[in-house]
């Protein structure tokens, strides 16, 4: 009845190709970012930062990454883990090397670095599709997380090969380091998600996205009409790595703070983020933080509830919260294969007719 | 997105009911799954089950109860994070969170907060200087020192001479396994034998490629950093080569009954060092038992009272007890909050009288901590296991390692903390 294209009347192309068509959509988008920007800083303290906010906008930055590569352009990626750990020991060597530089341009460099690994890892892609492809990546994981641990100079030859982040500030703030104030973290985090979110919808509905989604539906159609798979596979690449390098300088520099490249950026991280992808919906950019929600946000919910309030021991809450995140994983991936954000989409189809459907 | 508001309308209303709550606060952040629960469970219980004992017997620490909070980490950094945060509203007084890397997570947090961390026999080993390292203690002994103490006990082996000899260290490829290296390797430039190290990734139950390479080496000897799963499967597979046992020498995380009970017989022999008593001989283990497991109150099964990894999990629960009480006599309150907990770890003096006081006598060594000094005596003995019987017995007496090696190390890596981090010298 309010959910509804009519009466909302567009009278330029510009308006009728944006991305939230519906009027509802489009105060709901808005009223979001006020409360994300406006509100919740004012209220935020430091479980809320830790444990909630800075994992979820961190691991959706990684899941944008990983769901244009895999999602939109359709080359199946096990490297996310790796590619974080070059985003994360960059921005680690930058902020000890130029410890005056404002830490958004470390963070942003990182990214560019990441992106020049990535499509250096990427190359293969150009002979070679599907499983071989994810095992070529599998070889990155293994290699660049071996790397860090081998090679001294990335840990500045400290003594258990952790990396710590020093204290760093964005304009007399300070973000990273143990001192950092709960809303500048959160602040930080979240800038990087809107402004990571924004350019990864305008590509992908642009042409770059389009010559995307076009390699990945049938490449060799794709290559007839004029597509040039190597620029598209690698601009794929490329865009993919830097959000997830970006996503791993703000890991290890704001979220954890320490890190070394076993624990942190192992082989686990790259399923975690492939996870989410999947569970959210491949090819969709709401999917990406859906995936990351849901997989973040519901074991701390669980261990909150089984834990604190129903006071359970905490190994059988452990062992039950990878019973039951994996159940739903299994229950969504069957009654829903393209995940949350196809769920979102039926929802809104429906809404749009209720309440006199046909 | 709403599921997120279910979410977070939840966590919101968790948040609010918990109680601010006046008693003595000693977070456990423990792990009882994943492939280092066999060492984290018998760790936790032991800790829990000494401050169970303090409530039952002694009705708390100078007559305030004490309370342990548990929260599972798996070993995982991140969840390690969501524990601190989540319990540091308690009131918590101090961390214990049995891991390096967490340990070094917390460092800087947990200065921040003005939280003490305790760290015995693990994390990171410059926080010994507490000239920059103000809130972390890791007394008695470090894994500097055992590397050390091991290279000792290897020199008294053969004469004082390790010349032209080949030493392999085995070793967890992290924080942890990672933190004897330079140790190592100085001492290997002192005495002139060669060191390889091998790495094992995590979580270690496929090791045929490492120990195919210390077959090939043939070392003189193999020093182990290793944890929970990975000791098993090491001790089996130096079993299988038919490694001398020996010559393999573990550090104390890799020495307990469950490490080296798989192997059976074959385990016979093999060598583990140690920073306090082995066995139940110690009156403190009765209490535990009359009053902690018989009475149905302990943390785990009670079948763990009296294992290596139990002990040492009593023992750290003693040290931050003692250091409670410390705190409460130097500020003359009983509730005392974490900076006066601080103090009291600093301030903290054990000696053989107070230890055979609490039930423990001769379990650890005497020492005082002071404000540049957090590390303790780091003296260290080996242990060594008898497959027939069945249990670890000392064949060394505790003494001290090489410091001459040590402290030139621990100032250096110390002295790059704080010029990293901008921090002041504390003790003046």
């Known amino acids: ?358 | 997105m709403t599921f997120k508001r279910v979410a977070a309308a939840s966590v919101a209303a968790l948040m609010v009911a918990s109680p601010v709550m006046a008693d003595l606060v000693f977070p456990s952040l423990s792990y009882r799954t994943g492939p280092f629960a066999a060492g984290g469970i018998p760790y936790a219980d032991g800790f829990a089950d000494y401050m169970t004992l303090l409530n039952e017997r002694d009705g708390g620490i100078g007559g305030v109860a004490v309370q342990v909070p548990e929260c599972e980490t798996a070993y995982n950094t991140e969840k390690g994070v969501e524990c601190y945060e989540s319990t540091k509203g308690m009131g918590a007084l101090a961390y214990n969170p049995l891991s390096t890397g967490i340990t070094y997570q917390l460092i800087p947090k947990a200065t921040a907060d003005d939280i003490p961390l305790y760290t015995p026999g693990y994390g990171r080993t410059s926080a010994a200087n507490g000239d920059v390292f103000s809130h972390v203690f890791n007394f008695p002994a470090n894994y500097w020192n055992g590397a050390s103490a091991a290279i000792n006990h290897v020199l008294d082996l053969n004469g004082g001479d390790l010349k032209g000899k080949k030493i392999v260290l085995l070793h967890f490829n992290g924080a942890y396994g990672k933190e004897p290296i330079p140790t190592l390797t100085k001492l290997g430039e002192k005495h002139g034998y060669d060191l390889t190290t091998i790495p094992i990734d995590y979580p270690g139950q496929e090791q045929k490629a490492q120990w195919l390479q210390i077959r090939r080496e043939k070392p003189d000897y193999v020093l182990f950093w290793g944890w929970g799963v990975m000791n098993q499967v090491a001790i089996q597979e130096a079993a299988n080569i038919r490694y001398p046992m020996d010559q393999f020498i573990g550090v104390w995380w890799s020495g307990a009954e469950h490490d080296v009970k798989p192997a059976g017989e074959k385990a016979t022999g093999y060598k583990a060092m140690t920073f306090h008593g082995v066995g139940s001989d110690y009156p403190v283990f009765g209490d535990l038992q009359k009053y902690v497991v018989d009475a149905g109150k302990a943390a785990g099964d009670g079948s763990n009272v009296g294992t290596v990894i139990y002990n040492r999990g009593v023992y750290a629960a003693m040290m931050l007890a003692e250091a409670a009480k410390n705190a409460q006599e130097i500020h003359g309150v009983a509730d005392i909050t974490s900076a006066q907990m601080r103090d009291g770890l600093e301030q903290l003096e054990i000696t053989n009288a107070r230890m055979a006081e609490l039930g423990m006598e001769g379990f650890g060594p005497e020492f005082k901590v002071s404000c540049a000094n957090h590390g303790g005596p780091g003296a260290i003995a080996i242990q060594q296991w008898d497959g027939a019987a069945g249990k670890w017995s000392l064949i060394t007496d505790f003494s001290g390692s090489d410091m001459d090696v040590i402290q030139p190390l621990i100032d250096a890596d110390s002295a790059a903390y704080a010029a990293e981090n901008k921090i002041d010298p504390q003790c003046n």
Request: charged share 10%; proline share 4%.
């Open chain 1, 1 to 358: 009845m309010f959910y509804r294209e009519a009466g909302d009347f567009k009278t330029s192309y510009r308006d009728d190709n944006q991305t939230f068509p519906i009027r509802l959509d489009r105060a709901g988008y808005w009223i979001v970012l006020f409360v994300a920007f406006c509100v919740i800083p004012f209220f935020v303290n430091d479980y809320w930062v830790n444990s909630i906010f800075a994992p979820f906008f961190i691991y959706a930055i990684a899941a944008l990454g990983l769901n244009i590569l895999t999602g939109y352009a359709g080359q199946v990626s096990l490297g996310t883990g790796g590619f974080m750990a070059v985003g994360a020991y960059a921005c680690y060597k930058l902020m000890v090397a130029f410890p005056d530089i404002n830490i958004v341009f470390h963070v942003l460099i990182a990214g560019g670095i990441t992106a020049a690994v990535g499509v250096a890892f990427g190359l293969p892609s150009l002979r070679i599709k599907g499983f071989y492809l994810a095992v070529a990546t599998l070889a990155a994981q293994f290699f660049l997380v071996w790397l860090f641990n081998k090679v001294a100079w990335f840990y500045n030859y400290s003594a258990s090969g952790q990396i710590n982040a020093p204290e760093r500030t964005v304009f007399g703030i300070i973000v990273t380091g143990p001192n950092t104030e709960a809303w500048a973290k959160y602040m930080i985090c979240l800038v990087f998600l809107v402004g990571v979110a924004w350019v990864a919808r305008n590509l992908t509905r642009g042409m770059t996205g389009r010559k995307w989604m076009g390699i990945r539906d049938m490449d060799i159609a794709a290559e007839i009409i004029g597509v040039n798979p190597l620029m598209a596979k690698m601009s794929a690449f490329a865009v993919s790595s830097f959000f997830v390098g970006i996503a791993g300088a703000l890991f290890f520099a704001v979220y954890l703070g320490a890190a070394e490249a076993g624990e942190s950026f192992g082989i686990t991280k790259s399923f975690l983020v492939l996870f989410m992808v999947i569970i959210g919906g491949l090819g969709s950019i709401f999917g990406s933080f859906a995936g990351a929600a849901f997989m973040v946000l519901m074991p701390v919910l669980l261990k909150n509830v089984l834990v604190g309030t129903m006071g359970w021991p905490t190994e059988i809450a452990a062992e039950l919260e990878f019973i039951i995140v994996g159940g739903l994983i299994v229950i969504f991936l069957i009654l829903e294969p393209h995940g949350l954000a196809q769920l979102w989409r039926l929802t809104k189809e429906k809404l749009r007719l209720w309440p006199f459907p046909h």
